[in-house]
C-alpha cells in the first residue's frame, strides 16, 4: 500500500527554520516522483517544490527560491524539505504528494497518493 506520511512542522519565529519530512512507504523512491505542496488559510493549494525520480532534478517555486530546499534520503526512504528564513506567509499546511511518474509536477492534480499534511506556522 502506497503511503506517505510528513512530519516536522510547528511554530517558528520569523527567519527561523524547519525541516519536513516526508516518509514513503510502499514504494521506493526510484520510481515515484515526490512534490512538496503548501495551502494557506484561504488560499489555493500551491505547489512549492518537487523532486524527479531518475536524475534526482528538482524544481523549486520562485516563492521560496533561495529558502527552501528538497532531498531525496534514500536509506531513510525519505525526501526532506529544509526551509530557511521562513516569512510569516509561509504559513499554512504542508504536504507531500507520490506518484509514479518519472518527471515531478507542480501541479496538484498529477499526484495520486497524499499525506494527511503538516501546519507550519511563522509567527512571532
Known amino acids: 500500500q502506497v503511503q506517505v506520511v510528513e512530519s516536522g512542522g510547528g511554530l517558528v519565529q520569523p527567519g527561523g527554520s524547519l525541516r519536513l519530512s516526508c516518509a514513503a512507504s510502499?514504494?521506493?523512491?526510484?520510481?515515484?516522483?515526490i512534490g512538496w505542496f503548501r495551502q494557506a488559510p484561504g488560499k489555493e493549494r500551491e505547489g512549492i517544490s518537487c523532486?524527479?525520480?531518475?536524475?534526482?532534478?528538482?524544481y523549486i517555486a520562485d516563492s521560496v527560491k533561495g529558502r527552501f530546499t528538497i532531498s531525496r534520503d534514500n536509506a531513510a526512504n525519505t525526501v526532506n524539505l529544509q526551509m530557511n528564513s521562513l516569512k510569516p506567509e509561509d504559513t499554512g499546511v504542508y504536504y507531500c504528494?507520490?506518484?509514479?511518474?518519472?518527471?515531478?509536477?507542480?501541479?496538484?492534480?498529477?499526484?495520486?497518493?497524499w499525506g494527511q499534511g503538516t501546519q507550519v506556522t511563522v509567527s512571532s
Open positions: 504528494a507520490a506518484d509514479s511518474m518519472r518527471w515531478c509536477s507542480r501541479y496538484d492534480r498529477d499526484y495520486k497518493y
Open positions: 510502499g514504494f521506493t523512491l526510484d520510481y515515484y516522483a
Open positions: 523532486l524527479n525520480t531518475g536524475d534526482g532534478k528538482t
